[in-house]
């Protein structure tokens, strides 16, 4: 049986294929012009990666926006928002970093990836399950408003550590 190492020359060439389909296919339609075109592939996927993003980040905002400003009739009202591009460029670097500098499967890396997108969506729910030490989308708010507490990812165990650790239950008992 073949390996795909023996087939790396026609793997190479359907990756790229496939990937430039993918390039066309959306900085075509969003960018104005060919000059896109004359820049190196890796440049282009990470252009049609970044404005996917982007697109995609902008228009879930939006959604979500209209959910809780419509349809829940002002339930949650965030005080700050955390939206600058660089701050969502940072907090991807560690995915597309580590993969060259610790070797790691290409499906593990997809595994947690996939395990970060779940954690994403549970902190910014706006549902607060109160699991201990689990840092909850309750917790999560109060960093997002305040911006000086609660800086911890899964847990709230360095937060209790470092004293920056502002408790949800504590905000509504001062409400």
């Known amino acids: 049986m073949a390996t795909p190492h ?3 020359g026609q793997y190479g060439r359907l990756f ?33 990666n970044c404005i996917g993003v982007y697109l995609m980040y902008f ?10 400003y419509h349809w829940k009739q002002h339930d949650y009202v965030p005080k700050g928002l955390a939206s600058h591009p660089v701050d969502g460029i940072l907090l991807a670097m560690p995915h597309v970093v ?3 500098l610790f070797p790691t499967h290409f499906r593990t890396n997809i595994a947690l990836l996939f395990m970060e997108a779940i954690w994403t969506a549970n902190i910014h729910d ?20 305040t911006y000086r507490h609660n800086y911890g990812h899964y847990t709230i165990w360095m937060d209790s550590l470092f004293g920056t650790l502002q408790k949800p239950e504590d905000i509504f008992k001062e409400d």
């Not at 075509?28 to 004359?38: A, D, E, I, K, T």
């Open 6 to 8: 023996h087939h790396g």
């Open 16 to 48: 790229l294929e496939e990937t430039g389909w993918y390039n066309e296919m959306l900085l075509s339609v969003v960018l104005p012009g060919h000059w896109w075109r004359m820049l190196p592939h890796l440049v282009q996927s990470w252009l049609r």
């Open 59 to 68: 228009i879930i905002g939006f959604l979500w926006c209209f959910v809780i």
């Open 98 to 100: 580590a993969p060259f």
């Open 126 to 145: 706006c549902i607060h399950g109160k699991v201990w030490p689990v840092m909850g989308a309750g917790y999560h708010t109060i960093h997002h408003t």
